[in-house]
Each structure stands twice: as C-alpha cells, then as structure tokens.
C-alpha cells in the first residue's frame, strides 16, 4: 500500500501536519510519501491519497486546489481524505470550515474531511496579514492537536488496510 500525503502549507504548520501523517502511517506498516503538491505531477503508483490545506480567508491555497484542478480525473480510481488546517484559539476560530472543500470533496469522492487547529507565529507573516490578524484579534500560539492527527491518521491506516490499529 502506497499513500500520497500532500499539502498546500504557506508558513509551514500545515506541511507538519502532513509529515506528521506521513510517519503516523509509515508507522503502521504503509510507504507514505510526502510531497508538496505543486511537485505532483500524477498519481501513478498510488494506492490511496491524503490532500490538505491550510485555510486563509475561508478558501484553500491554490497549490492544493491547482492540483485537484489538474488531476481531477485521477482521484476517482483511489481512496482520497482531506484535511484543512488554519482555526487558532481555545475554543478554535473560526468555526467554520472552508467555503470550497464541498466542491473539491466531490471532486476527488473524498470519503471524510477533517478540520484541525493552526498554528499562529506573527513574525513569519507579512504586513498585510498581520493587519489581518490584529483586526480579527487572532490569538498566536500552536493549537495543533497532535494526538488528534495521530488518531485521524489511525484511521485511515485501518480504512487503506482492513487492519485496525494495534493498541499502544
């Protein structure tokens, strides 16, 4: 079993979260392969994927939406799970998830989208989304459950294998 696990990540929370899944999977016993998906040109050799995004102003990044764009047709001979990231806080705003995963759900027949916490460093942001961040009072920290990630990642191990996970 071969797992693509890719996402769009702009300061680079999101690329954690996707290395994290990797090794989560690597660790069950699947070859994960982690890639940014600008670099995913097919997806030849692929048994199942994991595509992601982080979220900026209710939308994913393009990086992640060109690549469901340019392979569209791809997606409908693999299992394919979705992720956002981008909510910061306790409890985590927004709320809501992104306005454009319904779409790209039905695109790729998404079998489940999972939404997780961000992470917040100002001093990797440019001014126009720092003054964004002031304004919608964002809090700054990583509010990245780990834990979380691991269990979603579980679960897609025992989706991709028939196998559930072996307690620890």
């Not at 070859?31 to 600008?38: F, Q």
């Not at 992601?52 to 409908?76: C, I, K, M, N, Q």
């Not at 691991?150 to 028939?162: L, P, R, S, Y």
């Amino acid at each position: 079993m071969h797992v693509l696990v890719t996402a769009a990540s702009k300061h680079g929370a999101t690329a954690e979260i996707a290395a994290a899944i990797g090794a989560a999977l690597g660790a069950r016993g699947i070859l994960a392969t982690v890639a940014d998906p600008s670099d995913v040109t097919d997806l030849e050799g692929y048994d199942a994927m994991v595509l992601g995004s982080a979220v900026y102003a209710g939308h994913w990044l393009e990086p992640a939406t060109g690549l469901v764009d340019r392979l569209h047709d791809a997606f409908a001979s693999r299992p394919v799970w979705l992720f956002s990231s981008g909510p910061v806080g306790d409890p985590p705003t927004p709320d809501q998830g992104p306005v454009d995963v319904a779409g790209i759900a039905q695109i790729t027949r998404a079998r489940s989208h999972r939404v997780f916490a961000g992470k917040l460093d100002r001093s990797k942001l440019g001014f126009g989304e720092k003054a964004i961040v002031m304004a919608l009072r964002a809090p700054e920290g990583d509010f990245r459950d780990w834990h979380a990630i691991n269990d979603w990642a579980a679960e897609i191990a025992e989706a991709v294998t028939g196998h559930a996970p072996s307690a620890s």
